[in-house]
């Protein structure tokens, strides 16, 4: 099992910044990269960023090319989000979750964090 811990969110102004956290804890060895999603209200959920464990490949949705930035910390088993000239449309909960070796899905979900952006 692997437990995931995630923070950072809060109330921004568009064209403002926010630096999101997610703590993982548990069995991580069999990680094979980590990702953040996130769910507007009325809406499905949508992934946004993701990093291999090795190697540190970045993948990241269209919507937030250029202004998100998904980083590692492999000491801390901690992955990061920076979000950069955020726009009321970021809105939403964000999720991150762990994609296993084992099943190449993501199997494992942290609690989420509200990103609010005011216009």
């Known amino acids: 099992q692997v437990q995931l811990v995630e923070s950072g969110g809060g109330l921004v102004q568009a064209g403002g910044s926010l630096r999101l956290s997610c703590a993982a804890s548990g069995r991580t060895s069999g990680t094979y990269a980590m990702g953040w999603f996130r769910q507007a209200p009325g809406k499905e959920r949508e992934f946004a960023a993701s990093?291999?464990?090795?190697?540190?490949?970045?993948y990241y949705a269209d919507s937030v090319k250029g202004r998100f930035t998904i980083s590692r910390d492999n000491a801390k088993n901690t992955v990061y989000l920076q979000m950069n000239s955020l726009k009321p449309e970021d809105t939403a909960v964000y999720y991150c979750a762990v994609r296993r070796i084992a099943t190449m899905s993501y199997d494992y979900w942290g609690q989420g964090t509200q990103v609010t952006v005011s216009s």
């Open positions: 990093i291999k464990w090795n190697g540190g490949n970045t």
